[in-house]
């Protein structure tokens, strides 16, 4: 199933940012407190009125592309019900993550929670999948999520089908929290699903948490033993680890400091839903294809 390049970017956008968002109809005003969730919205052709941390989109999210209409509503933990309660909200979505919060959120709206990142739920590309049906039905845009989804196995087939052929290296996917430690992503996790669905070995094959990662010490890299192995870490990097990693005696141990072993890409939300999932397949497809 061959594909240019062109024809490909042009695919990826109309699946981030699907039709029925420019043509928008009248629909119940929703809040989101998680970013998966509010990027589903858009896909559904919903845009909400109001989501947290709004502020950070542009630096963990990145696309689809929030509204400029719509409102921040201060942090998921400190959520300013001033402006919540203004918003005149007709559903409020969240998740167990915040069930703290639930008595509260109750008393403004119809709270909606959605179980995706939660112990025992499995494969998280396979719970953000069914969290988008059952979000859909609560929404009555069966047809819409049914469309959005079908978009996206799409997607994946042709990034799987870009790479298929070609000598992949298995690749291990961190993000740096400092230069000593990183999380490390695996299965059950959103990346390490995407993987498995694009065709590339995860060289991290460790069982993570129920959200799909584990923090370990930078020195822990080292349990990655195949030579062929590529470190990729994702933006935003703390500005003062990769100048410390290079004068680290412990990093230059590690295959990961040789040429070409470590790349970066641009942000991926790790904590995502089925759009987060598709940004960073293409993102991956991209650096693998251009580098085979």
């Known amino acids: 199933m061959g ?19 420019f043509a928008q109809s009248i629909g ?4 989101s407190l998680d970013y998966g969730l509010a990027s589903t919205l858009l896909s559904l052709g919903l845009p909400p009125v109001g989501i947290s941390d709004l502020a950070d989109w542009d630096r963990w999210v990145v696309e689809p592309p929030m509204p400029k209409s719509v409102v921040d509503i201060g942090s998921a933990f400190e959520v300013n019900f001033e402006i919540l309660v203004t918003l005149k909200p007709d559903i409020i979505l969240t998740t167990p993550y915040l069930d703290e919060l639930l008595p509260k959120l109750q008393s403004v709206a119809k709270v909606v929670r ?31 999520a ?11 087939a042709q990034c ?9 290296p298995p690749v291990a996917l961190v ?46 890299l080292s349990k990655v033993t195949d030579p062929d192995a590529r470190l990729i870490a994702f933006e935003p ?34 904590f995502g839903m089925v759009n987060e999932a598709m940004r960073f397949a293409g993102l991956l497809t991209d650096l693998l294809e251009k580098d085979a």
């Open 175 to 220: 993000n740096f929290m400092d230069a000593r430690h990183a999380r490390i992503y695996s299965s059950p996790g959103l990346f390490h699903n995407v993987l498995e669905r694009i065709g590339v070995r995860n060289a991290w094959t460790r069982e993570s948490n129920y959200w799909g990662f584990e923090t370990i010490g930078i020195e822990d």
């Open 114 to 144: 959605l179980e995706i990142f939660t112990p025992g739920i499995g494969p998280i590309l396979t719970a953000a999948i069914a969290a988008t049906r059952k979000l859909a039905v609560e929404l009555g845009r069966e047809n819409e």
């Open 160 to 168: 799987r089908s870009r790479l298929e052929g070609k000598n992949l």
């Open 237 to 270: 990097i703390p500005p003062d680890v990769l100048p410390k990693l290079a004068q680290s005696p412990l990093w230059n141990r590690l295959s990961f400091a040789r040429p070409g072993h470590l790349s970066i890409l641009p942000p991926a939300l790790m």
């Open 146 to 156: 049914e469309q959005f989804l079908a978009r996206a196995d799409v997607f994946f």
């Open 28 to 31: 119940p005003r929703i809040v």
């Open 3 to 21: 594909v240019s390049r062109r024809t490909f970017l042009h695919f990826a956008a109309a699946s981030l940012i699907p039709a029925p968002l």
